[in-house]
């Protein structure tokens, strides 16, 4: 059973840095794509990041040049390390995985971790 454990959320001020990670068990997860969804209140679960089979990236428009998704050698470990971070960025961040290659829609993953809060306030 695929297993998912987000950490290292917080609270940050504008302008600061975060790293979220995401413990990943249950399968061998170098045929997955992976990354990061987030959800603020009152608005949709959007795409933020993700390392996609094959070792492609894709980033949300407004995160790009800020944000960074990587994973570890052996496919457990999936990271979103985010710099200059604004008060928009505040919201529930989700690690997700789907065997294959899926799309930016979150319907098309079935793995889901339990989500961290991602603050940024002065």
């Known amino acids: 059973q695929v297993q998912l454990v987000e950490s290292g959320g917080g609270l940050v001020q504008p302008g600061g840095s975060l790293r979220l990670s995401c413990a990943a068990s249950g399968s061998i997860f170098i045929g997955y794509d992976m990354g990061w969804y987030r959800q603020a209140p009152g608005k949709q679960r959007e795409m933020v990041a993700i390392?996609?089979?094959?070792?492609?990236?894709k980033y949300e428009d407004s995160v790009v040049g800020r944000f960074s998704v990587s994973r570890n050698d052996d496919h457990t470990m999936v990271y979103l390390q985010m710099t200059n971070l604004k008060p928009e960025d505040t919201a529930v961040y989700y690690c997700?995985?789907?065997?294959?290659?899926?799309?930016?829609?979150?319907?098309?993953?079935?793995?889901w971790g339990q989500g961290t809060q991602v603050t940024v306030s002065s």
């Open positions: 390392s996609t089979v094959g070792d492609g990236t």
């Open positions: 997700a995985a789907e065997f294959g290659i899926a799309g930016r829609d979150p319907n098309e993953y079935d793995h």
